[in-house]
């Protein structure tokens, strides 16, 4: 089984940025056999950028609008998203359940719709610090799970879990791994419990060559989700080179 690595730049690269970026990481995507890496950039880019990369390295979106066309300046269907043919799309990061106001509601809409139109949701649960301070991380991020696939009776098949902590993200502070797979046990559980199906299980938070070895290459761990370090190949390249199952 491969490990799933998602380089979510968020808002960041251009045009140059694709370019020396693409010719670094198409050098050695071929050594890495065990590996798949999908980057997410803007949505804006995502077809450029898919000219550049090497085949073997699939496209992950950052978001889309719960409709499917019409009057809604600004938003990316994804009946558009599909005509790229993306593999994957970010639901519900905390970024966006924060700035966007997304909720439990919207983040159900886009995964049904996701997987109507076979493209792979990746939906994004996490805690906050004062959730993690009083133990209550395994309670939330059930709960998110529970509001939108759990509810809505939504098959996990060909679904992925990324658990990022709102602590974590963008601060440095990354989650030891003994909690990272309490969560992620207890998550396993709890799908397998409610449908009888499994799950893949991300994490992502402040992760890099420094402190990625441990979790990468933890059995119970399917990837990660990498968003300052992937904008950097170089750094990506070394988190790469750390995976050994």
Same mark, same amino acid.
């Given at each position: 089984?491969?490990?799933?690595?998602?380089?979510?730049?968020?808002?960041?690269?251009?045009?140059?940025?694709?370019?020396?970026?693409?010719?670094?990481?198409?050098?050695?995507?071929?050594?890495?056999?065990?590996?798949?890496?999908?980057?997410?950039?803007?949505?804006?880019?995502?077809?450029?950028?898919?000219?550049?990369?090497?085949?073997?390295?699939?496209?992950?979106?950052?978001?889309?609008?719960?409709?499917?066309?019409?009057?809604?300046?600004?938003?990316?269907?994804?009946?558009?998203?599909?005509?790229?043919?993306?593999?994957?799309?970010?639901?519900?990061?905390?970024?966006?359940?924060?700035?966007?106001?997304?909720?439990? %509601? &919207?983040?159900?809409? *886009?995964?049904? @719709? !996701?997987? #109507? +139109?076979? $493209? =792979?949701?990746?939906?994004? /649960?996490?805690?906050?610090?004062?959730?993690?301070?009083?133990?209550?991380?395994?309670?939330?991020?059930?709960?998110?799970? %529970? &509001?939108?696939?759990? *509810?809505?009776? @939504? !098959?996990? #098949? +060909?679904? $992925? =879990?990324?658990?990022?902590? /709102?602590?974590?993200?963008?601060?440095?502070?990354?989650?030891?791994?003994?909690?990272?797979?309490?969560?992620?046990?207890?998550?396993?559980?709890?799908?397998?419990?409610?449908?009888?199906? #499994?799950?893949?299980? =991300?994490?992502?938070?402040s992760i890099n060559h420094k402190n990625a070895n441990e979790i990468i290459n933890n059995n119970n761990i399917d990837g990660l989700l990498i968003g300052n370090s992937s904008l950097e190949p170089n750094e990506l390249i070394k988190i790469l080179k750390? =995976?050994?199952?």
């Amino acid at each position: 089984m491969k490990k799933i690595i998602i380089a979510n730049w968020k808002l960041n690269g251009n045009i140059n940025f694709i370019k020396k970026y693409s010719k670094e990481i198409n050098k050695e995507i071929n050594n890495f056999k065990k590996i798949e890496l999908s980057i997410s950039p803007p949505t804006i880019y995502l077809y450029y950028l898919k000219k550049k990369i090497n085949k073997k390295i699939t496209l992950t979106c950052q978001n889309i609008d719960i409709n499917l066309k019409g009057s809604f300046t600004g938003e990316t269907s994804i009946l558009m998203i599909k005509d790229l043919k993306i593999k994957y799309i970010i639901i519900g990061h905390s970024e966006r359940r924060k700035n966007h106001n997304e909720n439990d %509601k &919207n983040i159900t809409k *886009k995964i049904i @719709i !996701s997987k #109507k +139109n076979n $493209i =792979i949701p990746i939906i994004c /649960i996490g805690e906050n610090i004062n959730n993690y301070i009083n133990k209550k991380s395994i309670d939330v991020c059930i709960s998110q799970i %529970k &509001n939108t696939i759990i *509810k809505n009776k @939504i !098959s996990t #098949k +060909n679904i $992925i =879990i990324a658990y990022e902590p /709102i602590w974590s993200i963008g601060t440095g502070k990354v989650a030891n791994i003994k909690h990272i797979i309490n969560i992620c046990k207890n998550i396993k559980k709890y799908i397998y419990k409610k449908n009888k199906e #499994k799950i893949k299980f =991300i994490y992502g938070g402040s992760i890099n060559h420094k402190n990625a070895n441990e979790i990468i290459n933890n059995n119970n761990i399917d990837g990660l989700l990498i968003g300052n370090s992937s904008l950097e190949p170089n750094e990506l390249i070394k988190i790469l080179k750390l =995976i050994k199952i």
